[in-house]
Nanobody, 128 residues
Framework: QVQLVESGGGEVQAGGSLRLSCVAS????????LGWFRRAPGKDREFVAA????????YYADSVKGRFTISKDNADNTVYLQMNSLKPEDTSVYYC?????????????????????WGKGTLVTVSS
């Protein structure tokens, strides 16, 4: 059974940092991308960042470029999201997800067919 388990959420003041973790288990993720999405109260879920499990290629939403960094540790089957310079509008439940790579490089095509697997989410609250 595939599981994606997020941790690391919490409350932080604007300008602060948090690091989220997602431990993946239950299958090998070669030729998969693993990523983060978020859903703010009253809003639709949106893509944040993704990383290719095999070669570390990354892809970011414009809203987080330069502030968030996605990385992976294959030995620990863990994907991280380092979030710096947090803003109140970053307040959301953050979800880890996985889907096959549909192109040689991560990009919009990765989002096209939906995710195969989802975690249950971790709440990040940024206070002003």
């Amino acid at each position: 059974q595939v599981q994606l388990v997020e941790s690391g959420g919490g409350e932080v003041q604007a300008g602060g940092s948090l690091r989220l973790s997602c431990v993946a288990s239950g299958r090998t993720f070669n030729r998969y991308g693993l990523g983060w999405f978020r859903r703010a109260p009253g809003k639709d879920r949106e893509f944040v960042a993704a990383v290719s499990w095999s070669d570390g290629d990354t892809y970011y939403a414009d809203s987080v470029k330069g502030r968030f960094t996605i990385s992976k540790d294959n030995a620990d089957n863990t994907v991280y999201l380092q979030m710096n310079s947090l803003k109140p509008e970053d307040t959301s439940v953050y979800y880890c997800a996985a889907a096959p790579l549909y192109a040689p490089r991560l990009g919009p095509a990765w989002l096209k067919y939906g995710m195969d697997y989802w975690g249950k989410g971790t709440l990040v609250t940024v206070s002003s």
